[in-house]
């Protein structure tokens, strides 16, 4: 006889298209279900790779969100294929934990590992350089379909109309029946891609997508990936040369030096100067793109640069700065061929350090000392050497106003707006320490010859030189 106290029951309640369901074991206890949430695609904690003895791929943890693209950057050699191939199971990691969807595919700490067959229908990877064999191109594709059959089982109509529509996305369907061998390394690209989309996995790993493609479909591309993750909800990494490509179309960037991971976030937050001079070893512009808004990466060059065809060649530029707010400018200046110097300096500044790493002119002060009158006629003298004028948003005391005060007078003054500051003087975001003697003498400089933000100046440098 049933205990009516303990009987299990189910009530289902629809209301509206939404089920509601109560479970009890008794009049005093109740049953929750909760199911487990798994926030990420891809979750890579410490992971390590080595080819032949050498490591290569260096403690990498990351993450990728369902939806979401996240670009890989870095110069030749610093372990980005390498990652991408360890992730995809094609190389074994050293050390470290990969997971995707939940389920772990590495071979350390967890005992619950996913097989082969597992890993293909959950993880798809485009290698970078496209294979050639006299497969058709149907056939190629088609193979893709292989990790969601059975043993022995044939592709039905079902992974023939996937394979098919994946070639006409792909703009394929022209080489369907000829030989992936005859076709042109773009075009088998393309064809490779399609495999992998085909696939249908929660996770593509990309190398290098784009390499062999034109313009047109480089972007074509791009906007198919993320056209193909918002309908799946899956999740990619993409591993790009071309910095402004993935500015556009990446939700965050992983920038690699060496094999180690030293940049993660958004494309504004990655690429900046001082990121791509670590990363790459040269000195580029990050600018707004006029027409998405994105960032655009534009590099002036490295310390190498031949001199030949630089705007800045033959003209100079005087930096008036201090406390680290002229070393950026430093850099990109000399790179784009301009001679630059700086003002008063105290020893231990960093823009005093950097000036001196680079052989630049400065006049020099002993630390957190005033300017005397010989200083100042010194900085009036490179002042006056220079082509043009660029006063840094810097602190400001009563030690260091005069610095401030050998603009007045200047022809070609550049004033730059403060960190954050946008569309004004922004006179509150630069320190002032002088009861408003700085900031008067900064404002009345502004409403002479108005203000910029950093990343304009070599944009307006070389515009006023064009009309020399």
Partial sequence: MVNPENEFRVTVFVLTGVLSFESSI?????????????????????LSTRLDGKLIVDSVSLSVEYGEVVGVVGANGSGKTTLLRTLAGLLKAESGEIVVGGVPFSSGKSSNVASRRDRARKVAYMPQSTESHPFTVFESV????????????????????????????????????????????GERQRVVLARVLVQQADLLLMDEPTASLDLRHQILTMDLVREELRE????????????????????????????????????????????????????????????????????????NSSSGDLIGVGRKVHLIC??????????????AGYEVSAGVLGTGDSDRE????????????????????????????????????????????????????????????????????RGGPGDSEVADYTDGLASGLRRGLIEQFGDILESALLFELARVAGRA
Wanted: net charge negative; hydrophobic share 40%; with cysteine.
């Fill in 26 to 46: 008794d009049s005093r206890s109740k049953m929750e279900c909760v199911m487990p949430v798994v926030q990420h695609v891809l979750e890579v904690d410490d």
């Fill in 322 to 335: 201090g406390a680290g707010s002229g070393r950026e400018l430093m850099h990109q200046l000399r790179v």
């Fill in 354 to 421: 950097a000036a001196e790493r680079l052989g630049m002119e400065y006049v020099s002060a002993p630390p957190f000392s005033s300017i005397t009158d010989k200083q100042h006629e010194d900085h009036l003298e490179l002042v006056r050497a220079a082509d043009h004028v660029v006063l840094c948003p810097m602190a400001v005391g009563m030690n260091n106003v005069r610095n401030v005060s050998a603009a007045v007078g200047t022809t070609s003054l550049f004033i730059l707006e403060p960190p954050g500051a």
């Fill in 232 to 303: 799946r909800d899956a999740g990619a990494i993409v591993i790009l040369h071309d910095l402004s490509l993935a500015a556009r179309y990446c939700d965050r960037l992983v920038v690699l030096y060496e094999g180690k991971k030293i940049a993660d976030g958004t494309p504004w937050e990655v690429l900046t100067p001082r990121n791509l001079r670590t990363a790459f070893g040269v000195e580029g512009l990050v600018e707004p793109d006029p027409v998405t808004g994105k960032p655009h990466v534009l590099l002036l060059g490295s310390e």
């Fill in 142 to 185: 088609l193979m893709g379909r292989y990790p969601h059959l059975g043993r022995f089982a044939l592709e039905g109509s079902s992974d023939r109309e996937l394979a098919w529509d994946a070639m006409e996305r792909t703009s394929t369907v022209e080489f369907a029946n000829r030989n992936l061998d005859t076709l042109s390394g």
